[in-house]
Structure formats: structure tokens, C-alpha cells
């Protein structure tokens, strides 16, 4: 939220700077995080003096260029080349100086510098309009007035506005604040706190009156649960234009494009008192009469942006007596809004139903001012006065007569809260005994009613514009923030209680893993749970019939809750990708989300992906590649640093792999992983090479709760270590190899490695040459040359026999 300083002070008359300010609404909640400059002329035309032309001749070398000499107050005049074709001897006009920076339309600058034009030397610029932010017109140079001294600053005469803009965070529950207005009732009270008593002004609408009666337009509310109050008037011979420079200046400083008088009048009035309006061109509304209505669903209305949108049943309209004009309080129609040609209004003030508002505005996609502050809960009772002050406003600067009275709809009027405040309680929550005199001053600056006082507490009137402040908690929490948190001293106890846990709880699990594969140079990415439906396209493994969709999305692409963590971990990739960061490995956390035909189901899993180099580069290394190997060795290091050691491995057939391979125990499957399919690697603009692992995360958990975990001694006995060369067929796999060294010596084979393959020259054709080290270990004494040749041969008989292996 954009709130301007100037503009503040219109409510408050306070001589802090800014940057007090600032201080101070962020202690009171109004969290700033920025402090931006406005300047309605960019630059402020520094640099920038008044001249007086002294000559103007002919360029020599172009018959479109002027040689002028200029006078700008200083020791010497300055020799300017000028193509304007209205410059002449005598006036005074606006020069740049060299060094002062130009701003145009578009925001880009550009410096005067000394240089020479076709030859001629030119020690600045005499400038048009557009030429220094003050107009559109380049038909030529500025012409100034006679009378203005020659050496003047041009920001001196010309009216710059300047202005410091905070830019507030503002938290759904402060809907009070969503206005200049609100932002000033919260500073005086914080101010009230600090012994600054500064009065709050409004802006006043005893002005307003009723001219004649000639143009009544009447309002029927069918639906009045969603449209509690509703105002209306009429305006008529009133002229639509480009609205005065100050209001102009007070809404672009907040970030708002000026559109025409009318328009910016109910803008203003939205950002000042927090009440959003609509005008209606009068001409166009059919019978002279409103019903603000629900209309059957399905109903087509083609809004303001010339996008046709399918009404709800739901969506509360504000019709004619033909035909829907405005979806209330959210956006309006595309033929009944103002334009050049509009002579008479019908200017809406109203309180819509934030439920209804909020559901609409998510319906349609549509976030506008006004459907930020009615869903989040406007003051009900601010609306009749908020139409006087457009209406007041719009007559100041386009003209007109009211010409009819006010119509205010508001059969049931809401009652402000009332709530009861203990102040054993409030002294409980805080942590700290207020001063009771202290705790009604902040109150009463907060516009909460005192009705009663009593030794134990306060009986409190809570106006209805403070719909966050319903509970005794509620009124607590506003004395809290108005005294101060940094006010409350922090106690020399702490006292805390611990709780008993395991050493398997998920998090510490989770620790664990995290810990290890940071330190294999991996990075843990925190994806959102929510997604495109869009991705269930890509496997025939999700199904759209799983989707859990949201009920009031923030747009479709956050409309469905996820069923793999492998799209959300390859947005992550491709964003890293596009930025250079091609070598990436990352690691999350997180869950999948299914909707089956009799319940929902959640599963925690643990996704890994690795691409590109396998090390950063060096000069004393190669760069190798990630691959599909080095994605098994991480996984099994993560398994067995849960203590599963055992698992059965077999090859995956799944649309997302191009290749992959799962590991298993019995029934359970533990992990599955492979090199993801190129097909779906395009969909997110990724060309290289991705590697997916994906842990069942509620598996392995279980798994390790039920692990034991075995100590015993390290053998005092040396390890001997024998190795063979085996020529083997080109199908037999390592694995092979070492199911058959396991099966054959169960009781002193340690290890089985593989640490050399050779395929190529001096092999016959199909064949391939293993380098395989057996391990062998007695724990109770050291083996001997005999134990040890009994179990190669044996070894080197069973590969001959079933592998048909050779010996080299």
C-alpha cells in the first residue's frame, strides 16, 4: 500500500520528517518497507536556469539550426545551437546547463554535454516543454514570461511537486488502514503515546447541498444480506476532462495513472477515506433505476476490460432495469462507465457483503482497489459521508449540480462491538502492568468508547470499521502495539519446558539426510505446494481425477494441490538453468497430495535432482558429467545411513524415466529413480540431462523406527585382500558376480568391488574383461595361505560354471 507523506498531513499537521514517521508506523504495525521519492517534474529541473536570448543568427552549415548567444546571469553569455524554429532575440526562455540530466516520458535520461553541432560549438540547451516534464508541446522552445529575472532557478517559478511516499506492508486484518485516513487516525494515536496531541482533520461536507431535483434515479436492494447499504446520487451538467494538476500529482505519487476528472475524483476519495465509489453515466442507466441483485447463473456480462465472464448465482450485480451494469464492488461494465461525452452520474457509495466480494473477485480472476478493501471490510458508516466528499469534489472540478437527494439504503444498521477488558488480563497477555489512565488514553485515541470503569476493568464500545477488533484479546493486542512492544522489558527468567522425543522423529530423520547431502555439495529447494493442473498431461501416471483443487485459487496456476514433487524440483531447474546455474543438485522435502473416490491421502517423500558437471571447474580436474551412477552411489549412502543395507534392486518401466531403476524391499518400494524423459524436460525449457530420484519417505521412516541397530568390535585380525581378471560375456552384470561370491563364501567374504572394466582390443568379439577384489577376514585369527586358495578356487569354479567366465 502506497501512502503519500503530503497527503498525510492534509490530516495531520505534524512536523516530523518522514523518517520518524516511518519509525513510528512501523512500531504501531504499518510495517514500512520503503521510503520512495516523488518528484511530479523528475529531476526536479535541477540544473535547469532561467536565459535571456541576446543574438540569434542563421547556422552557417544548416538552414533548420539557429546560432543563438545566451544570457543566464553568469560572468559570460553562453553560445547555444538551437533548432527550434520560434527562438528569437528578446525572450526569456529555460536553459539547460551542461551537466544537468533530462528525464523523458518513458523515464530514460540523458546528460547536456559540450559539443559541436555541424561545427558550431554549444554550451547547453534551450529547452520545449516536453523537454523538461512540463507539457506534451514540442512544436518549440518554452517562451517564459518578460518579468522573470534572467539567472532565475526554473524550479523556483515552475510548481514542482515533491513528495516522500512509504510504502506499507500492510496485513489483511488492518482493514481500517487501508486509506490515507486510517494511516493518520493510527499515527495521532501513536503520537497521543509520545505526548504529541495533534488533531485529526476530515474533510468537510457541510458544503454539500441539493441544487434541484430533476434527475431521480431509484434503488432497489433485492438482496440486502449482501449489500447491507447502499447510497447513491445523481449529478448532472457537469463537464468530464483532465483533472487539476494537484490531483493529478496526489495519484500518480501512489502510483495511480490519472484518467479523466471524474474517474480520479472517486480514485481520490477511495485512497483518501478508504471508501471505494463508482460513477455511473446516468444516460446510460435504462428506466432511471437500480437493482442490486444476483442474476441466474450462466449469465454473460462483459466487463470494463472487454472480457466476457459466465456469472455465478452467487455474484451480486448492480443492474438497470434491462440489463447488469457492475459486478458490485469488484469490477464495472464495459457500457456503463464514464466517458468524454458523459454530462451526469450516478455516484454509488456502498457496503458489500467481503464474503460475497471475495468470492466474486476469485471467481472471475479480478483484484481491483475496490475488491481489496470491501473483501477485507470497509466502514459501513462511512458511506454517506464519503459520497458528499465526491460529490463535493467532483463538482469543484467538473462542474454540475447535485440534482437529487441522497438515497441511502441501510434498513439494519451495524452495531459496533461491544467487549468487556480485564485488566488482570491485558496485564497477564502483556507480561507487564499498564498504568490504567495509559490503557484508556490509547483506547480513546483508537476511537474506542470507555462506557464504564471498574476496579477490575473497562466496558468498551469498538466501532464497526475495527472488524479485527472483536475479543478482549483483540482490544489487548491494540493497546499492546500503541504502547509499544519495545516498551515491555524482557524478564531475567525464562522458564521452558522440555518435552521427551525420539531419536526417529521425522525431523531429526530429516536432519540427518539434510546434513549429509549439504555436505555433498547439494542445496535444499522449499517448493509450493500448490500447482498448475496442467502437469497431469505429462505422466499417465497422474490422473486429473486425483487432483485436490482449491476452492478459491490465487490463479489457475496455484489451483491444484501437487502429486509429484518432480515438476515443482524441475521449475526450480529451469530457473536456476536460465541464470547461468547449470550445475546444479538439489534436494526437497515435501509431500504429494491425492484425492481418491472415498478419502484424501497425503505421502511425505524426498526428491533429488542432479544435472550437469558433477565438481565446479579446476585445473587440476576433469569436468565429469552428473550421471545415472553417480545418482545410485548417493542413494545408496542415504539408505544406508538409515541402516538399510539390504534391498532388492529391479528395473522401472514409468513414462517419466527414460531409464530407471527401483529399489525395493519386499513389498515395499523405497525409492525410484532415472533419467528424466527428454519430452518432459522441453516442457520446461530444460536441454540437458536431469536425474530424478524420488524416496517414499513414509516408507523409509518406517523402516527406520524398526531398524536395530548392532555394535561390535573391530576385528583384531588383519583383512586379505585377492583379485581376478575375468573374461565374461558382454550381458553379465557385476551384480552377478556378486550374488555368486556371496553365495559361495558366506563366512569370510567381507567385500566384493569392482574396480576396472576393459571392452576393446585383444578380446574376442562380445566380450568383456572384469577386475574384481574379493575381501576376506577371520575374526578370530589370521588366515592362512591354504584358507585362502581353497576359497578363490572355489570362487574361480562357480563364475566358470555358471558365468562361463575366464580367467586372464
Same mark, same amino acid.
Given at each position: 500500500m502506497q501512502i503519500s507523506y503530503n497527503w498525510l498531513k492534509q490530516f495531520l499537521k505534524t512536523d516530523w520528517t518522514p523518517e520518524q514517521t516511518s519509525e513510528l508506523l512501523t512500531d504501531l504495525g504499518l510495517e514500512v518497507e520503503g521510503l520512495n521519492t516523488y518528484q511530479s517534474i523528475k529531476g526536479g529541473l535541477e540544473g535547469v536556469v532561467v536565459g535571456e536570448v541576446l543574438t540569434c543568427i542563421k547556422h552557417p552549415n544548416a538552414d533548420k539550426l539557429k546560432i543563438t548567444t545566451v544570457d543566464i546571469g553568469g560572468d559570460a553569455s553562453l553560445q547555444i545551437v538551437c533548432g527550434a524554429p520560434n527562438v528569437a532575440a528578446g525572450q526569456k526562455v529555460p536553459v539547460a546547463t551542461i551537466g544537468t540530466t533530462l528525464y523523458t516520458d518513458e523515464g530514460e535520461s540523458w546528460t547536456i554535454k559540450k559539443g559541436k553541432i555541424r561545427g558550431e560549438e554549444s554550451h547547453g540547451m534551450i529547452c520545449a516543454e516536453d523537454e523538461l516534464g512540463l507539457g506534451k508541446s514540442h512544436d518549440g522552445i518554452l517562451v517564459l514570461d518578460d518579468k522573470i529575472t534572467v539567472g532565475t532557478l526554473a524550479a523556483d517559478i515552475f510548481d514542482i511537486e515533491n513528495d516522500q511516499v512509504f510504502e506499507i506492508g500492510l496485513t489483511p486484518n488492518r482493514a481500517d488502514a487501508m486509506s490515507h485516513l486510517g494511516t493518520a487516525r493510527d499515527l495521532k494515536s501513536g503520537l497521543?503515546?509520545?505526548?504529541?496531541?495533534?488533531?485529526?482533520?476530515?474533510?468537510?461536507?457541510?458544503?454539500?447541498?441539493?441544487?434541484?431535483?430533476?434527475?431521480?434515479?431509484?434503488?432497489?436492494?433485492?438482496?440486502?444480506?449482501?449489500?447491507?447499504?447502499?447510497? =447513491?446520487?445523481?449529478?448532472?451538467?457537469?463537464?468530464?476532462?483532465?483533472?487539476?494538476?494537484?490531483?493529478?500529482?496526489?495519484?500518480?505519487?501512489?502510483?495511480?495513472?490519472?484518467?479523466?476528472?471524474? @474517474?480520479?475524483?472517486?480514485?481520490?476519495?477511495?485512497?483518501?477515506?478508504?471508501?471505494?465509489?463508482?460513477?455511473?453515466?446516468?444516460?446510460?442507466?435504462?428506466?432511471?433505476?437500480?437493482?442490486?441483485?444476483?442474476?441466474?447463473?450462466?449469465?454473460?456480462?462483459?466487463?470494463?476490460?472487454?472480457?466476457?465472464? &459466465?456469472?455465478?448465482?452467487?455474484?451480486?450485480?448492480?443492474?438497470?432495469? &434491462?440489463?447488469?451494469?457492475?459486478?458490485?464492488?469488484?469490477?464495472?461494465?464495459?457500457?456503463? =462507465? @464514464?466517458? !468524454?461525452?458523459?454530462?451526469?452520474?450516478?455516484?454509488?457509495?456502498?457496503?458489500?457483503?467481503?464474503?460475497?466480494?471475495?468470492?466474486?473477485?476469485?471467481?472471475?480472476?479480478?483484484?481491483?482497489?475496490?475488491?481489496?478493501?470491501?473483501?477485507?471490510?470497509?466502514?459501513?458508516?462511512?458511506?454517506?459521508?464519503?459520497?458528499?466528499?465526491?460529490?463535493?469534489?467532483?463538482?469543484?472540478?467538473?462542474?454540475? !449540480?447535485?440534482?437529487?437527494?441522497?438515497?441511502?439504503?441501510?434498513?439494519?444498521?451495524?452495531?459496533?462491538? &461491544?467487549?468487556?477488558?480485564?485488566?488482570?488480563?491485558? !496485564?497477564?497477555?502483556?507480561? &507487564?502492568?499498564?498504568?490504567?489512565?495509559?490503557?484508556?488514553?490509547?483506547?480513546?485515541?483508537?476511537?474506542?468508547?470507555?462506557?464504564?470503569?471498574?476496579?477490575?476493568?473497562? =466496558?468498551?464500545?469498538?466501532?464497526?470499521?475495527?472488524?479485527?477488533?472483536?475479543?478482549?484479546?483483540?482490544?489487548?493486542?491494540?493497546?499492546?502495539?500503541?504502547?509499544?512492544?519495545?516498551?515491555?522489558?524482557?524478564?531475567?527468567?525464562?522458564?521452558?519446558?522440555?518435552?521427551?522425543?525420539?531419536r526417529f522423529e521425522d525431523y531429526k530423520i530429516q536432519n540427518i539426510i539434510g546434513n549429509q547431502l549439504v555436505s555433498q555439495g547439494f542445496f535444499e529447494i522449499l517448493s509450493n505446494s500448490l500447482t498448475t493442473p496442467n502437469y497431469v498431461a505429462l505422466s499417465e501416471q497422474l490422473k486429473e481425477a486425483h487432483n485436490i483443487t482449491m476452492l478459491n485459487p490465487l490463479s489457475r496456476d496455484l489451483s491444484v494441490l501437487r502429486q509429484s514433487l518432480l515438476f515443482s524440483g524441475l521449475e526450480a531447474a529451469s530457473f536456476n538453468i536460465n541464470r547461468k546455474r547449470s550445475d546444479l543438485k538439489l534436494f526437497e522435502f515435501g509431500k504429494t497430495y491425492h484425492g481418491f473416490d472415498d478419502k484424501r491421502e497425503e505421502f511425505k517423500h524426498l526428491s533429488l535432482f542432479i544435472t550437469g558437471k558433477e565438481t565446479s571447474e579446476n585445473w587440476y580436474g576433469t569436468n565429469k558429467q552428473t550421471g545415472f551412477f553417480l545418482m545410485k552411489g548417493l542413494i545408496i549412502s542415504i539408505l544406508n545411513r538409515l541402516g538399510i543395507s539390504r534391498f532388492n534392486e529391479s528395473p522401472i518401466k514409468s513414462d517419466l524415466f527414460a531409464e530407471g531403476i527401483s529399489f525395493g524391499l519386499g513389498k515395499n518400494k523405497l525409492v525410484d529413480f532415472g533419467l528424466v524423459k527428454k519430452p518432459i524436460l522441453k516442457h520446461f525449457d530444460i536441454a540437458q540431462e536431469i536425474i530424478y530420484a524420488d524416496f517414499k519417505w513414509d516408507t523409509i521412516l518406517d523402516l527406520v523406527k524398526h531398524n536395530k541397530i548392532k555394535f561390535k568390535a573391530i576385528p583384531k585380525y588383519p583383512e586379505v585382500r585377492r583379485d581376478f581378471a575375468l573374461l565374461l560375456d558382454d550381458h553379465i552384470t557385476f551384480e552377478s558376480i556378486y550374488k555368486i561370491a556371496k553365495q559361495s563364501e558366506k563366512q569370510l567374504l567381507r567385500g566384493v568391488n569392482l574396480f576396472d572394466v576393459y571392452q576393446g582390443k585383444n578380446l574376442p568379439k562380445g566380450k568383456k574383461s572384469y577386475a574384481v577384489s574379493f575381501t576376506l577376514q577371520d575374526e578370530n585369527k589370521t588366515l592362512t595361505d591354504k584358507q585362502i586358495d581353497k576359497i578363490m578356487n572355489k570362487l574361480q569354479s562357480n563364475f566358470e560354471k555358471q558365468l562361463g567366465a575366464e580367467l586372464r
Open positions: 497521543v503515546q509520545k505526548d504529541i496531541n495533534l488533531e485529526l482533520i476530515t474533510p468537510s461536507v457541510s458544503a454539500f447541498n441539493v441544487e434541484n431535483r430533476t434527475l431521480k434515479i431509484d434503488v432497489d436492494v433485492i438482496n440486502k444480506d449482501l449489500a447491507p447499504r447502499y447510497c =447513491g446520487v445523481t449529478i448532472s451538467g457537469l463537464k468530464v476532462a483532465e483533472s487539476p494538476a494537484w490531483l493529478q500529482h496526489r495519484l500518480k505519487a501512489i502510483g495511480l495513472s490519472p484518467i479523466n476528472n471524474i @474517474v480520479d475524483a472517486t480514485n481520490y476519495v477511495l485512497h483518501d477515506l478508504g471508501q471505494p465509489l463508482h460513477a455511473f453515466d446516468a444516460t446510460k442507466i435504462s428506466g432511471n433505476k437500480i437493482e442490486v441483485k444476483t442474476l441466474k447463473a450462466g449469465s454473460k456480462f462483459i466487463t470494463l476490460d472487454g472480457i466476457e465472464r &459466465e456469472l455465478h448465482e452467487d455474484d451480486l450485480m448492480i443492474c438497470d432495469n &434491462e440489463k447488469p451494469m457492475c459486478i458490485a464492488g469488484v469490477f464495472g461494465g464495459i457500457d456503463s =462507465g @464514464v466517458t !468524454e461525452s458523459t454530462t451526469s452520474i450516478f455516484l454509488e457509495s456502498a457496503y458489500f457483503n467481503p464474503v460475497s466480494v471475495r468470492k466474486s473477485a476469485k471467481r472471475h480472476g479480478l483484484n481491483t482497489d475496490a475488491s481489496f478493501r470491501f473483501e477485507r471490510g470497509v466502514d459501513p458508516n462511512i458511506c454517506e459521508y464519503a459520497l458528499k466528499r465526491a460529490a463535493l469534489l467532483i463538482q469543484e472540478i467538473a462542474g454540475g !449540480e447535485i440534482t437529487s437527494d441522497i438515497i441511502d439504503a441501510y434498513p439494519k444498521k451495524i452495531k459496533d462491538f &461491544e467487549v468487556r477488558l480485564s485488566f488482570q488480563n491485558a !496485564e497477564k497477555l502483556i507480561g &507487564e502492568e499498564i498504568p490504567k489512565e495509559t490503557i484508556k488514553r490509547i483506547l480513546t485515541s483508537l476511537d474506542i468508547k470507555v462506557n464504564n470503569v471498574t476496579e477490575t476493568g473497562l =466496558g468498551l464500545t469498538v466501532p464497526a470499521y475495527r472488524n479485527d477488533v472483536q475479543r478482549e484479546a483483540d482490544v489487548i493486542e491494540e493497546i499492546l502495539r500503541v504502547y509499544g512492544y519495545n516498551n515491555i522489558k524482557t524478564t531475567e527468567k525464562l522458564n521452558a519446558s522440555i518435552s521427551s522425543t525420539t
